[in-house]
């Protein structure tokens, strides 16, 4: 298995939508099968059109608010004493997630298919907010699909959506969380792809919908690029970057643009959610081990057992609570480009603690886990070692579960 | 000699009616009661599809997720499912016998080691939802070489030019989707249309069999009854869930939907 270089990894699967031959697919009941194919279509000839890539450029700038800030940690730095640890703040962008980029792309493409509806997955409410932001802008009408679990640990993103004009459908099959809200997503797009656009909230799902997110978040690179050239006169010789992956779509994003260069160079880590310290279960299918297997369509790393039922997950982060794994994070495990870790909820709680302490800087439950490895392996680097988080969410979804965990101190410091 | 599936086409066919498909999830409610529900069942339908349950079906409604997960809950394996096959064939050898679910059940057990298991416990045809054409070429050719059926889907969606290419490579039974829908949902479109788009797939090659299901109840079935084969799956998964919780027996419960639905077509 081999990353081709000079050609987007998104464009890198076969015909059927494999990369490296065995990752990612379409695995969707036959009824899918047309609408998946005409969205294929449609984007393959969008992301060459000229005047789409203008048009998302104009709302990418005066909507959501790019570039968003890289900024270096210069006390967490001092503290840590090691790397030069910086961020890039992609918690800045409207609605405060990178989750905007994709809901902003799959609404510019169901207006141009003419569809009228737009159905959405959502875990930690982020990916639903924001869908729930650019339908509203796009005169879209929205239903997202979230797990009741979810729904009572990230109310405030709930409460956005409605705001936002968004019917919220609670899930009550199975673990209720992000898993079970993919599939009735799904289960909706099945009923209703004659009259509905279906957003995936993550890289994850059936090929073209890894491709169009992919292709969404990667924004977040191309401007990373700019910025460190602007502020190092070239890009480091030695970069780290460290990003949390749940489905992974932020990480791809941030990664995107530095596919080419040298993994000496610009070095990707990815962080999983490990869960509990004392529990078994975990969200972090790359760094335990899991087999592959196909869950919402695309073959992945997923957590499963033996029989091939998919198992229950377990994350302080509901961003990240997801037994499965974008096909091209699999993709870059497997041909080494990235390396693939996990931080447990205890470190990530510890992270945000950190951070906040030194930092005007909030990153929610999902980054926190990023920071936590950052910290931890930044001491060990030499002074000219650029380490970059991607901060991709802000903290204020989780006011929640932080002052339950971590008192009331943490929840107002900021 | 022909397969089962075939020959309980030519039996209905003889007695001027559509075959008639029940679908039940393997072990629901538990191991012993889907066994006795199939033999019990065997009586008057023609073909029985097993349902392999998973937990995270993309395509089916609450019915049948609501069988599914009582199933796995109750610890049913992949290899039980091959035991109540095989239990029942000792029963009824005859009477055909569909396996039906979601590819990850299958490729986690390893596709050959799968197709011998099914041809030891006399399995008689497959269907795989989330495996659509061509990337089910592979498979259906191994099921090809075991005399397994491998069961081509068709929706309202499929367009024409694909509808022959699945119908060239398909196996004498084909399996079309009534409506835009997860299994189970209420009938969106009506049963003329149905059969106005049947008849569209049957042209194409009007020797192979092809059953339509989703959404077919007590209600509806006899509007369908033009059709080579009819299958009833949620109707009777949401009859076992309400004998359960009425603390009624389901095999006579379902026993007695199923021969209602075979008097509606006769």
Known sequence: ?414 | MLNPISAAFVKAKQENRPALLTYTVAGDSSKKQSLNILKSISKNADILEVGIPHNTPVADGSQIQTSAYRSIKNGIKVNDIFKIVKDFKKFDYNKPVILMGYYNMIFQYGENKFLNKCKLSGVNGLIVVDLPWPENRGFAKKCKKKSIYFIQLLSPTTTKIRLKKIIKDSHPMSYFISMLSTTGGKLKVSPREIIKNYIKIKKINPKKNVVIGFGITEKTIDKLKSADGLVVGSAICKEISRSLKHRQNPVTNVSNLVKKLKNKIL
């Open chain 1, 1 to 414: 298995m081999k990353l081709k270089k000079g050609i987007p990894v998104i464009d890198q699967g076969n015909k059927l939508g494999f990369w490296g031959g065995k990752f990612g697919g379409n695995f969707v009941p036959e009824t899918l099968k047309k609408p998946i194919e005409d969205l294929e279509i449609l984007f393959n000839k969008l992301k060459k059109d000229k005047q789409f890539i203008q048009e998302r450029d104009k709302y990418f700038k005066n909507w959501i608010g790019v570039p968003t800030r890289f900024i270096k940690l210069e006390n967490l730095t001092k503290h840590v004493g090691g790397a030069q640890i910086w961020s890039k703040v992609v918690s800045d962008a409207n609605g405060g997630a990178h989750k905007i980029y994709n809901a902003t792309v799959h609404c510019l493409l169901a207006k141009r298919s003419g569809k009228k509806v737009i159905c959405g997955d959502t875990g930690a409410g982020y990916a639903g907010k924001m869908l729930s932001m650019a339908a509203k802008k796009f005169g879209l009408k929205c239903k997202i699909f979230m797990g009741a679990k979810d729904i009572v640990r990230q109310q405030p993103n709930v409460k956005a959506m409605k705001k936002n004009g968004a019917e919220v459908v609670p899930v009550y099959s199975g673990s209720q969380t992000l898993v079970d809200a993919v599939s009735e997503c799904m289960r909706f797009w099945v009923a209703n792809c004659d009259t509905s656009a279906m957003c995936v909230g993550s890289t994850v799902g059936p090929a073209v919908f890894v491709r169009i997110c992919g292709w969404s978040t990667s924004q977040i690179s191309r401007e990373l690029k700019v910025q460190l050239i602007d502020e190092f006169g070239s890009i480091p010789k030695k970069l780290k970057l460290y990003n949390c992956v749940g489905g992974g779509s932020s990480s791809f994003g941030f990664w995107n643009e530095f596919m080419d260069y040298d993994k000496k160079q610009c070095e990707f880590i990815g962080v999983e959610a490990g869960g509990p310290a004392k529990s078994k279960k975990h969200a972090a299918p790359l760094t335990y081990g899991s087999k592959i297997g196909i869950l919402h369509g695309a073959a992945q790393y997923v957590n499963q057992n033996s029989d091939g039922q998919i198992v229950e997950t377990e994350s302080i982060s509901a961003g990240l609570d997801y037994p499965g794994i974008s096909p091209l994070h699999c993709f870059l495990k497997d041909t080494k480009r990235a390396r693939y870790t996990a931080a447990s909820d205890e470190q990530a709680l510890n992270a945000y603690k950190i951070v906040t302490r030194f930092e005007k800087l909030r990153p929610s439950l999902e980054p926190s886990h990023a920071f936590a490895v950052a910290i931890s392996e930044s001491k060990k680097f030499s002074k000219d070692t650029i380490v970059v988080v991607n901060s991709c969410g802000d903290a204020y979804k989780d006011r929640g579960i932080l002052e339950k965990r971590l008192g009331k101190k943490y929840v107002k410091s900021n």
